[in-house]
Structure formats: structure tokens, C-alpha cells
């Protein structure tokens, strides 16, 4: 069964950084991409960064670039999210989830989710 597991989340200042971490089991891991999420309250779910299964290839939402920065360890199935420079605007619950394609220009991804972590951005 597909779990995952995000952790690193907390209270931080703007200016600040955090690092998530997501331990993900019930797969192959290096055999997939992976993708953090983000959901502010009341708004839609949304794709913050992808890293491919090698982890040679990155990608992030424009709203983050220069300031995250996404990585693997194949060896311990997991991935993370560095975040540096942290405004107000990132407070979210973090997510991440594997990417198993993209249908119409959206990622598809594993039925199950984790928690998530909650980031709050504050002064």
C-alpha cells in the first residue's frame, strides 16, 4: 500500500528556511518522479516542484524558484524541500506525492495521500 510520510514543517519567520522531508513506502521509489504540493486554506492544491527518479531533472512553480530547492535519496525513499527565503505567502500544508504522468497538462498521482506538513510564515 502506497503511504507517505511528510515531517519538517513548523512556525518560522519571514527571511527564514525549514526543510521538509517525505518518507514514501508501497513502491518503487527511484522508479518514479516525485512532486511537493502545497494547499493554502481555501484555496486549490498546487504543484510547488518535481524531481525526477535520478534526480537529475527539477522543476518548480514559478512562485518558488530560486528559493526551493527539491532533492532525493533513493537509498532511504525519500524526498525533500528545501526552503529558503520563506514569505508569508508560502504558509501552506506541504505535500508530496509521486508523478506518474501528466493527463491534459496535470499530474497524475498515486490515489493516497499523507498528512502533510504544515509551514506557517510569520512574523
Known amino acids: 500500500q502506497v503511504h507517505f510520510v511528510e515531517s519538517g514543517g513548523g512556525l518560522v519567520q519571514p527571511g527564514g528556511s525549514l526543510r521538509l522531508s517525505c518518507a514514501a513506502s508501497g513502491f518503487t521509489f527511484s522508479l518514479y518522479s516525485m512532486n511537493w504540493y502545497r494547499q493554502a486554506p481555501g484555496k486549490e492544491r498546487e504543484l510547488v516542484a518535481f524531481i525526477n527518479g535520478g534526480g537529475g531533472t527539477t522543476n518548480y512553480a514559478d512562485s518558488v524558484k530560486g528559493r526551493f530547492t527539491i532533492s532525493r535519496d533513493n537509498a532511504k525513499d525519500t524526498v525533500y524541500l528545501q526552503m529558503n527565503s520563506l514569505k508569508p505567502e508560502d504558509t501552506a500544508v506541504y505535500y508530496c506525492?509521486?508523478?506518474?504522468?501528466?493527463?491534459?497538462?496535470?499530474?497524475?498521482?498515486?490515489?493516497?495521500w499523507g498528512q502533510g506538513t504544515q509551514v506557517t510564515v510569520s512574523s
Open positions: 506525492n509521486a508523478d506518474l504522468g501528466l493527463v491534459a497538462g496535470t499530474p497524475i498521482t498515486f490515489a493516497s
